[in-house]
């Protein structure tokens, strides 16, 4: 009986310790992945203004 309990205990030790291991995993993971989606909606939007910046060459659509 003695037994079971520790490894009882054993097993309930081992599962915090996973779980809090996969929390800060899970954490870092959707830190990078909002930091990358931050930049690359300013690269959007760095994209859109240099894009709106350029001059109209093409001229007037005529004959429409």
């Not at 009986?1 to 009882?8: A, E, F, G, H, V």
């Not at 930091?35 to 959007?44: F, K, N, P, T, V």
Request: aromatic letters at 4%.
């Amino acid at each position: 009986m003695t037994i079971s309990k520790w490894l009882i205990a054993l097993i309930c030790s081992g599962s915090a310790l996973i779980g809090s291991m996969v929390t800060l995993a899970v954490q870092r993971n959707s830190e990078c992945t909002s930091m990358a989606e931050q930049q690359q909606q300013q690269q959007q939007r760095d994209a859109d203004a240099s894009f709106e910046a350029r001059p109209n060459t093409r001229g007037g659509v005529k004959g429409y």
